[in-house]
């Protein structure tokens, strides 16, 4: 009992001591933004860069408080995140089934796995005559996109993953009379996770890619349809907003995603654990 009090007394302020320096680490990730944002600022004010090809950020805030004044910021902010989730839903469900099942089987690997691979290789821009020609110009085709867009990263990662598995885990697991379905939630889902969960990260980014694309489709709403409306009107400081609303908006879910897995990690003993201690 005396041993543990000590033990606890040890660890308390070292955690304690920690704290501190996990928000001075947290801090530095502001330096960057903040400092291409001194720079942004003196470019423009020193006329460094012709204002309607790089707006002072000062309008770039104008055009973000006007469409907040007029209620529609959230208006686009929102059906864009609703596609965004929705496609990459569909996309990460789609890639899990298969991604598991070219994984684990040999056969459905070599069936399924060359043509998914050339797919792969079809740029985002060239789906959309085919998926307006199939789906029209509303939501459907948009969804579908970003769905193709996000379901590649899972796939490739799952399936890889499973398939790098140490081969002596699964003959120990099988000497020990594991079913199929004990093998996989004893053995390959764990060992699969990090890279289901990065493949889950950059399925989540290319969501966000294909997007723009999906709302070039007729899109009346979104930072996409702001994007071409800034184009079209030839207002810089709207691109830009657009493109910040974009990073933030990624940030912030790419950031949801992570906690929200974290937990599936907490085994985990690696070197990314140890930076933060």
């Given at each position: 009992?005396?041993?543990?009090?000590?033990?606890?007394?040890?660890?308390?302020?070292?955690?304690?001591a920690?704290?501190?320096?996990?928000?001075?680490?947290?801090l530095?990730?502001?330096?960057?933004?903040?400092?291409l944002?001194?720079a942004?600022?003196?470019?423009t004010?020193?006329?460094?860069?012709?204002?309607?090809?790089l707006?002072?950020?000062?309008?770039?805030?104008?055009?973000?408080?006007?469409?907040?004044r007029?209620?529609?910021?959230?208006?686009?902010?929102g059906?864009?995140?609703w596609?965004?989730?929705?496609?990459?839903?569909?996309?990460?469900?789609?890639?899990?089934?298969?991604g598991?099942?070219?994984?684990?089987s040999?056969?459905?690997?070599?069936?399924l796995d060359?043509?998914?691979?050339?797919?792969?290789?079809v740029?985002s821009?060239?789906?959309v005559?085919?998926?307006?020609?199939?789906?029209?110009?509303?939501?459907?085709?948009?969804v579908?996109?970003i769905?193709?867009?996000?379901?590649?990263?899972?796939?490739?990662?799952?399936s890889?993953a499973?398939?790098?598995?140490?081969?002596?885990?699964?003959?120990?697991?099988r000497?020990?009379?594991?079913?199929?379905?004990?093998?996989?939630r004893r053995?390959?889902?764990p060992?699969?996770l990090p890279a289901?969960?990065t493949g889950?990260?950059?399925?989540?980014?290319?969501?966000?890619?294909?997007?723009?694309?999906?709302?070039?489709?007729?899109?009346?709403?979104?930072?996409?349809?702001?994007?071409?409306d800034?184009?079209?009107?030839?207002?810089?400081?709207?691109?830009?907003?657009?493109?910040?609303?974009?990073?933030?908006?990624?940030?912030?879910?790419?950031?949801?995603?992570?906690?929200?897995?974290?937990?599936?990690?907490?085994?985990q003993?690696?070197?990314?654990?140890?930076?933060?201690?």
């Amino acid at each position: 009992m005396v041993m543990a009090v000590d033990r606890l007394r040890l660890t308390l302020p070292s955690a304690r001591a920690r704290q501190p320096r996990q928000a001075s680490l947290a801090l530095w990730g502001w330096a960057l933004p903040l400092a291409l944002l001194a720079a942004w600022e003196l470019t423009t004010r020193f006329g460094l860069v012709a204002p309607h090809l790089l707006p002072a950020p000062a309008l770039v805030w104008r055009e973000v408080a006007d469409l907040w004044r007029d209620g529609t910021l959230f208006e686009h902010l929102g059906i864009t995140l609703w596609r965004v989730l929705t496609g990459f839903a569909l996309g990460t469900l789609a890639a899990t089934v298969l991604g598991a099942l070219t994984g684990y089987s040999t056969a459905a690997h070599r069936l399924l796995d060359p043509t998914i691979q050339a797919i792969k290789a079809v740029p985002s821009l060239a789906w959309v005559p085919l998926f307006i020609l199939w789906l029209g110009i509303f939501e459907a085709s948009k969804v579908t996109l970003i769905a193709v867009g996000a379901f590649f990263p899972v796939y490739l990662n799952l399936s890889t993953a499973i398939g790098q598995v140490d081969r002596k885990l699964v003959e120990v697991g099988r000497m020990y009379g594991f079913s199929p379905l004990t093998l996989v939630r004893r053995v390959l889902l764990p060992a699969t996770l990090p890279a289901y969960v990065t493949g889950l990260r950059g399925g989540l980014a290319l969501a966000w890619m294909f997007v723009v694309a999906a709302e070039l489709m007729g899109a009346s709403q979104g930072l996409g349809f702001l994007m071409l409306d800034g184009q079209m009107t030839g207002r810089p400081a709207l691109i830009i907003a657009s493109l910040i609303l974009f990073a933030l908006m990624g940030k912030a879910s790419d950031l949801a995603l992570a906690r929200t897995t974290a937990p599936w990690l907490r085994w985990q003993d690696d070197f990314a654990r140890m930076r933060k201690t």
